[in-house]
Nanobody, 126 residues
Framework: VQLQASGGGLVQPGGSLRLSCVVS????????MGWFRHAPGKERELVAA????????FYEDSVMGRFTISRDNAKNTVYLQMNSLKSEDTGVYYC????????????????????WGQGTQVTVSS
């Protein structure tokens, strides 16, 4: 299984980016998916997650109302739309799959996620 994240870049404060994570080697239809951020000097943290049914989502408090996670199971792809970006959103963003999270659950601990993408750098700076 491979996860390929893309869409990062340099953006000014207030700008937008859309991250994509394409999964190959298996279907994501029954998996919970998450986006983690690893900021300089900080631990990797979950910023958004979506359950397999799409009816359940999680957002870290600082991104609530600005970020939107979505999935297209037919394309085996997960997205993270990031609006009103702030300097504190800077970091490497990783997509990850939790293949053991059944019955619409969502988990926040990175150790619960089984597959990881390579990361894409997001830099918010003027």
């Amino acid at each position: 299984v491979q996860l390929q994240a893309s869409g990062g870049g340099l953006v000014q404060p207030g700008g937008s980016l859309r991250l994509s994570c394409v999964v190959s080697g298996s279907t994501i239809a029954n998996w919970a998916m998450g986006w983690f951020r690893h900021a300089p000097g900080k631990e990797r943290e979950l910023v958004a997650a979506i359950a397999w049914s799409t009816s359940s989502t999680f957002y870290e408090d600082s991104v609530m109302g600005r970020f939107t996670i979505s999935r297209d199971n037919a394309k085996n792809t997960v997205y993270l739309q990031m609006n009103s970006l702030k300097s504190e959103d800077t970091g490497v963003y990783y997509c990850a799959a939790d293949i053991r999270c059944v019955t619409n659950c969502l988990r926040k601990d990175p150790s619960d996620y089984d597959y990881w993408g390579q990361g894409t750098q997001v830099t918010v700076s003027s």
